[in-house]
């Protein structure tokens, strides 16, 4: 009797007692990750989760400018970024936040719209210059000082000057549809179900995860094909940098993902193990069903500062 009065009075005093031992002893994993990762990241942390139920993942998804900048200027605690530009973490986080990054997914640009969208059954992969162009035909892009597929878009619009050869495209499609610009791709389709614009430069993996009909742009345009590089490098264009007022110049390259776990990360052991299940064949099983294909082969940078679990990915580069 004595030792459940003494039970009572233990929970009377700390009513919250047993919950803190429980959120104690729960792991929770902080991920920044770009918009367009949304929904495989979160297939992916799902799976995780189910295989690990001592884990709790928050999910905060931004454009990829935006998410290094939670980290650099408003210090807010992370454990993971996935970037969809490598550049965004070997510029802005290495190596005063992070000390390496896998490149791990790649994609490319396209021109996403629905069945209801103006001009929809005519439009295709020679006209669409003209088609958008139109006084009636409203179309947006991402911001490409939060978000890369915003500067990409930028990207497209100088090389299909230059592909087409067709003088002040660039400056055409810039100036047009201004008041329609968003912080990030997936903030576009929104707009786009709508039906508030009929376009929008998108990538090929939220258009395919939305059901939306896309037109592929040639290879010259949709930064997809590395052997184009020396064409995509042509062109650049100045975006927001890490300190306000100062400007970031960015040269065209290839779609290339990153991801990485920060240096002062809460959690850095179930940040590995988490990593570890996304660089798994499995992982990448679920960014290939939702559109999204896996960068074959990893790359690393640098290898020798992976978490030694992590290696096993590199290993034929880490002979080398």
Known sequence: MRVLIIMLLTILINP????????????????????????????????????????????????????????????????????????????????????????????????????????????????WMDILQMKDVIYSRSDPDSDPCGYRTIFSFKLAEKYYKRPGLTEMFSSKDKEYIRPQEVDLVALLESNAIDYMFQYKSVAIQHGLKYIELPKEINLSDPSKNSFYSSVSTYVAGSKPGIKMNITGDYINYSITILDNAPQKEEAINFMDFLLSPEGMSIFRKNGQDPLVPLLAEPVMKLPPRLLKYFAKANKN
Do not use: M
Not at 34 to 50: D, F, M, N, W
Not at 86 to 106: C, G, K, Q
Not at 111 to 119: F, N, P, R
């Open 16 to 127: 919250f007692n047993s919950f803190s031992q429980s959120r104690d002893q729960q792991r929770e994993l902080i991920i920044f990750h770009a918009g367009s990762l949304s929904v495989p990241i979160k297939q992916i942390a799902q799976e995780y989760e189910k295989r690990n139920p001592g884990t709790k993942i928050y999910l905060e998804s931004a454009g990829s400018l935006v998410c290094a900048r939670k980290v650099t200027e408003l210090k807010k605690p992370c454990d993971i970024l996935a970037s969809s530009d490598y550049f965004v973490i070997n510029e802005l986080l290495i190596p005063d936040y992070a000390s390496w990054s896998i490149r791990f997914a790649t994609n490319e640009i396209v021109i996403a719209y629905l069945e209801k969208s103006k001009y929809s059954k005519v439009i295709n992969s020679d006209n």
